[in-house]
């Protein structure tokens, strides 16, 4: 039986110098460019300076549509990965972002390098593992940053619940036994639970390996974007649309003209959709049978 080669590299092909290390690196070019377009300089400092940068990259979306094509692009999981100068440079220039991983890095080395110490962290879901996000040290405090889930601002780790608007309603963290919280979206009366986080630091190793191991998760499998608007929470899964606003939601159903639709709302060129939405589709198409003839057997 083959093994699995360990990941030896970081984004970007930098070699991975102590795969136990859990302090994400700078990365000063990804920082200069994301500074120059979000209007952010090093006046300020401790908690402000990372409120602005955090609130800054909260515009970057959510979005695999990039993902999907990075998986059929490159046959290397390291080459499937986008370093954070590459991200930042296609949420300038044609309004992309990334998902969790992604973004999670990107942002990262963007804090590190404005001298924040952060370190990553994975929470569970509906499986363990599938989303991650940013542990930094500001003001002699720790602060969760999930720019994943389009939190626009850090939420203290204190030990107690602490609840925040947020412009689809109100998103609370609480605490669950050592070192985990659990983190709740509140929109009127409906109160949901979205998942675990456990805020101890893994290695770049673990980090590395379950960004990879994302590849072929089931959300791989439908066009997702989300991003924050001056009207609510958008999300597309697919050619469904929702707006969420509080305790309001608009459904729309986008299927006609679905390229042009993003476009408008989230600003990606209609080709990146089209391309996505065209590997999704071939992809599915493998899943069909061809021909009555080809169908394996049915089981007893």
Request: glycine share 8%; aromatic share 8%; charged share 25%.
């Given at each position: 039986?083959?093994r699995?080669?360990?990941?030896?590299?970081?984004?970007?092909?930098?070699?991975?110098?102590?795969?136990?290390s859990?302090?994400?690196?700078?990365?000063?070019?990804?920082?200069?460019?994301?500074?120059?377009?979000?209007?952010?300089?090093?006046?300020?400092?401790?908690i402000?300076?990372l409120?602005?940068?955090?609130?800054?990259?909260?515009?970057?979306?959510?979005?695999?549509?990039?993902?999907?094509?990075?998986?059929?692009?490159?046959?290397?999981?390291?080459?499937r990965?986008?370093?954070?100068?590459?991200?930042?440079?296609?949420?300038?220039?044609?309004?992309?972002?990334?998902?969790?991983?992604?973004?999670?890095?990107?942002l990262?080395?963007?804090?590190?390098?404005?001298?924040?110490?952060?370190?990553?962290?994975?929470?569970?879901?509906?499986?363990?593992?599938?989303?991650?996000?940013?542990?930094?040290?500001?003001?002699?405090?720790?602060?969760?940053?999930?720019?994943?889930?389009?939190?626009?601002?850090?939420?203290?780790?204190?030990?107690?619940?602490?609840?925040?608007?947020?412009?689809?309603?109100?998103?609370?963290?609480?605490?669950?036994?050592?070192?985990?919280?659990?983190?709740?979206?509140?929109?009127?009366d409906?109160?949901?639970?979205?998942?675990?986080?456990?805020?101890?630091?893994?290695?770049?190793?673990?980090f590395?390996?379950?960004?990879?191991?994302?590849?072929?998760?089931?959300?791989?499998?439908?066009?997702?974007?989300t991003?924050?608007?001056?009207?609510?929470?958008?999300?597309?899964?697919d050619?469904?649309?929702?707006?969420?606003?509080?305790?309001?939601?608009?459904?729309?159903?986008?299927?006609?003209?679905?390229?042009?639709?993003?476009?408008?709302?989230?600003?990606?060129?209609?080709?990146?959709?089209?391309?996505?939405?065209?590997?999704?589709?071939?992809?599915?198409?493998?899943?069909?049978?061809r021909?009555?003839?080809?169908?394996?057997?049915?089981r007893?």
């Amino acid at each position: 039986m083959n093994r699995e080669q360990p990941i030896r590299h970081l984004p970007g092909g930098a070699p991975l110098d102590d795969p136990r290390s859990p302090i994400i690196p700078p990365d000063a070019a990804a920082a200069r460019l994301f500074a120059g377009h979000a209007g952010i300089d090093r006046e300020s400092g401790g908690i402000d300076l990372l409120c602005r940068i955090v609130a800054g990259f909260a515009a970057v979306p959510y979005e695999n549509l990039t993902k999907i094509i990075a998986k059929y692009a490159s046959v290397s999981p390291a080459g499937r990965f986008r370093d954070p100068e590459r991200l930042v440079r296609g949420f300038v220039e044609e309004a992309t972002g990334g998902t969790c991983f992604s973004l999670t890095w990107c942002l990262g080395a963007i804090l590190a390098s404005f001298g924040f110490r952060c370190y990553p962290v994975m929470a569970d879901m509906k499986r363990e593992n599938v989303h991650c996000a940013l542990v930094a040290a500001a003001a002699d405090r720790r602060w969760l940053v999930d720019p994943g889930y389009l939190i626009g601002e850090p939420v203290e780790l204190s030990g107690r619940p602490v609840r925040l608007a947020a412009p689809f309603g109100t998103v609370e963290l609480r605490p669950r036994g050592s070192h985990r919280y659990d983190l709740y979206t509140i929109a009127g009366d409906e109160v949901k639970w979205r998942y675990r986080v456990k805020t101890q630091p893994v290695s770049m190793e673990r980090f590395l390996r379950f960004w990879r191991d994302s590849f072929d998760l089931p959300m791989m499998h439908s066009l997702q974007l989300t991003r924050l608007t001056d009207g609510g929470h958008l999300y597309v899964r697919d050619h469904h649309l929702r707006l969420l606003a509080g305790s309001r939601k608009i459904n729309e159903n986008i299927r006609e003209g679905l390229e042009s639709r993003i476009e408008a709302e989230f600003g990606i060129p209609g080709r990146i959709t089209a391309e996505a939405r065209e590997l999704i589709e071939r992809m599915k198409s493998t899943w069909r049978p061809r021909e009555r003839g080809d169908r394996p057997p049915s089981r007893p």
